[in-house]
């Protein structure tokens, strides 16, 4: 048996390749299948931003 992919065969290289082509396929498909439920999202209201803050002294902070 031969543990160098520099001297495996025609054989060899084709196993390896169909093996990782398969396994990138199964890996989207789950990534795919994965999400959640977007209904949830969607029936929310949107969370809108507050009014702005400005500060014009800062003098409770202390530097200590």
Known sequence: MSHSLHSADRATHLKIVSLAASLTIVIVLVGIHARTDTSLVASRA???????????SDTDRAIR
């Open 46 to 56: 949107p969370i809108k931003a507050a009014a702005s803050v400005i500060l014009s």
